[in-house]
């Protein structure tokens, strides 16, 4: 299949394994999901190399996301 395709688009973040409320504790069962990951040690605000790595995780993130909508027709959103 390929082509624009009407598709609805999956956000993972309005889901409720995605966020901690503030002041409570929850158990959730987190359902097996595939991820693109920076693995490293230090600060993120001060690390050259994270964001060395974030300039070459984001174009691959994207360009996995963009080939999902057309190809396959499954969208979603990109979540840090």
Known sequence: ????VDVMKVDHRKEPHYRAKK??????TVPPMDFLKIDGMGDPNT?????????????L?????????????RDYVVIP
């Not at 002041?23 to 959730?28: E, Q, T």
């Not at 690390?47 to 174009?59: F, I, M, Q």
Request: without cysteine; glycine residues 12%; aromatic residues 20%.
């Open 47 to 59: 690390s050259e190399e994270y964001w060395d790595s974030l300039g070459a995780l984001y174009p």
């Open 23 to 28: 002041g409570s504790l929850d158990y959730l």
């Open 1 to 4: 299949m390929s082509g624009a």
């Open 61 to 73: 993130a994207y360009r996995i996301k963009f080939f999902s909508k057309i190809e396959l027709g």
